[in-house]
């Protein structure tokens, strides 16, 4: 089984600032409440659902637009999931790992601590603005690949700001893991074909 490594290197930061926070004699609640690791009403995982699902749908339809040839390419296709078979089980096991292996630690750290203190800080509308456009930075590499791939960089930014826009109005990270997870695990099913 192999380590976590992103998950390790993003949640990172948030350990710190809990360790910090905590030393300073700020309650549990309240430092939890700040980082997004909170509960949340299940009106936002209904909602992060459907966001999924619309992403979801949006990138498949980009991605059709993506030459086959640089879909091809060695740095695209060397996906862990290319050459597997779609099925049910594929995709449950690419949600799975996606979501422990990927987006929990991007969740923790773009929308629980980055976009909780930049919102806390500059208000929602810059904040979620700056924390999507930081999101954006490591997707940039897909660029570096083909340009053809600007379309697929546009949606990441809009995922980015809507991540942002779930963790503000259920005030958890939660909603917008699941609904980070399932967009992942969609372009992970996509790559099977």
Request: glycine residues 8%.
């Amino acid at each position: 089984m192999e380590i976590p490594a992103q998950l390790i290197l993003l949640l990172l930061p948030s350990l710190i600032y809990l360790t910090a926070k905590r030393r300073q004699g700020e309650e549990w609640h309240h430092t939890l409440v700040n980082l997004g690791w909170t509960s949340s009403k299940s009106i936002y995982f209904i909602q992060g659902l459907g966001m999924a699902v619309a992403l979801g749908v949006l990138m498949l339809v980009i991605m059709q637009r993506v030459p086959e040839s640089v879909l091809e390419s060695p740095m695209v296709s060397t996906s862990i999931y290319a050459g597997w078979s779609p099925s049910l089980s594929s995709f449950l096991y690419a949600l799975i790992r996606e979501a422990f292996y990927v987006t929990l630690g991007e969740e923790i750290f773009f929308r629980g601590l980055l976009g909780g203190w930049l919102e806390r800080r500059f208000g929602f509308r810059v904040g979620n603005v700056v924390q999507a456009v930081v999101f954006l930075l490591p997707h940039l590499l897909l660029l570096m690949v083909s340009m053809s791939f600007w379309l697929v960089v546009v949606v990441q930014f809009i995922a980015g700001w809507i991540l942002g826009l779930l963790r503000s109005r259920s005030g958890s990270i939660l909603p917008g893991w699941l609904a980070h997870s399932l967009m992942n695990a969609v372009g992970a099913l996509a790559s099977m074909w």
